[in-house]
């Protein structure tokens, strides 16, 4: 087992969850306008959604991988390029952060549960996303592909749920703090073109 291409997931993903993103931004702003409870909510349904991309992915490209090794290595490329591409995206998108809160409807829990869960399983990009993502991850010869990945589904929905759940708690500090430090979007912006062509790269070297 290699432990550190689990760390360097670890990583990866903690890089991904913090960067802003239409998931972390909707739990902020759940977060700001009906309080932390609310916003955990979200994080639950959010997150519980990836176990679905999991599933899909596990079986669907662990029979691939079993059928051709040159098709998992075509898989991997076009995960390379994939990601490459959202770095592009971010690259030529605003820095800005918009943090409107009156473009957030009030919603129940289980409301914001459903929602969240539904965001995340009916969005394909999730889905592209994760196999961009997981299979430059695959971390041992003994163990067997689906097992790999849901454990690399697991770990990071666990990383993510913890940096979105501190989100929530901590979103009246975070909103202050982004509004006073202006430069704080630019940052982030290129934390996250960096964090996906880093990404990208690691997967062409890898040898697994």
């Known amino acids: 087992m290699n432990y550190e291409t689990l760390y360097t997931f670890m990583i990866a993903t903690a890089a991904l969850s913090i960067s802003p993103g239409p998931d972390n931004i909707y739990v902020l702003m759940q977060s700001l306008v009906n309080g932390k409870k609310y916003g955990l909510a979200t994080t639950a349904g959010l997150i519980s959604g990836c176990l679905i991309h999991t599933s899909l992915l596990a079986f669907g490209v662990s029979i691939l991988i079993k059928e051709s090794e040159a098709l998992f290595f075509g898989i991997k490329v076009l995960g390379a390029v994939y990601l490459f591409y959202l770095a592009y995206k971010v690259f030529k ?101 960096i964090v996906f062509i880093g990404i990208a790269v690691y997967i062409l070297v890898s040898d697994n």
């Open 93 to 193: 998108s605003s820095s800005s952060l918009e943090l409107t809160e009156g473009s957030v409807p009030k919603k129940g829990l289980w409301q914001l549960f459903k929602q969240g869960f539904i965001m995340n399983v009916l969005n394909p990009k999730v889905t592209i996303f994760f196999l961009a993502f997981f299979p430059g991850f695959l971390f041992s010869d003994e163990i067997s592909t689906t097992i790999q990945f849901y454990v690399l589904g697991l770990i990071f929905m666990f990383i993510s749920t913890l940096v979105f759940s501190l989100i929530a708690v901590l979103s009246g500090t975070i909103s202050s703090y982004f509004t006073e430090n202006s430069k704080m979007g630019f940052y982030l912006k290129w934390l996250q073109i």
